[in-house]
């Protein structure tokens, strides 16, 4: 199975995902050794400035907003495989999930941190929008304008061991 790249040269090149039998398969990643993972993944979220106060002064009748999801999101990374499926399941080492809070927005950040034959931008990625979900979830009685946005990886590394 082949598809074309995007790009200003157009090029075939086989999908990782798909067999010579046109069926889908989970990629064999038992050959790669082992390394040291890490991704970052963000996404922002555009809320009411009158929302953000009302987060900031815990005054969500859900709750503490960003407690909540930032619990949300490090579960969310932790499940990645039980929700995108030909992702690998992970041992995760870390996943750190942080806020950034302007007037009118929230910015979630992922960390996630690995030893393994595969990368860990799923769950960094997965972490990131579900932190987001979250907040949404928790806000929508008072904000009916909210807009998920911007969900994107930021950084992946990996170092041998």
Known sequence: MECLEQGSTARLKRLSHIGSDGKVQMVDVSAKPQSVRIA???GKIKIKRATAAAISRNKIAKGNVLATAQVAGIQAAKRTAELIPLCHPLSLSNVAVD????????TAKCVARTTAQ????????????????????????????????????????????
């Open 40 to 42: 970052i993944a963000t």
């Open 99 to 106: 806020f950034e809070t302007t007037l009118d927005a929230i």
């Open 118 to 161: 595969t990368g860990v931008e799923m769950e960094a990625l997965t972490g990131a929008a579900v932190a987001l979900l979250t907040i949404y979830d928790m806000c929508k009685a008072v904000d009916k304008e909210m807009e998920i946005s911007e969900v994107r990886l930021e950084k992946k590394t990996k170092r041998s061991i």
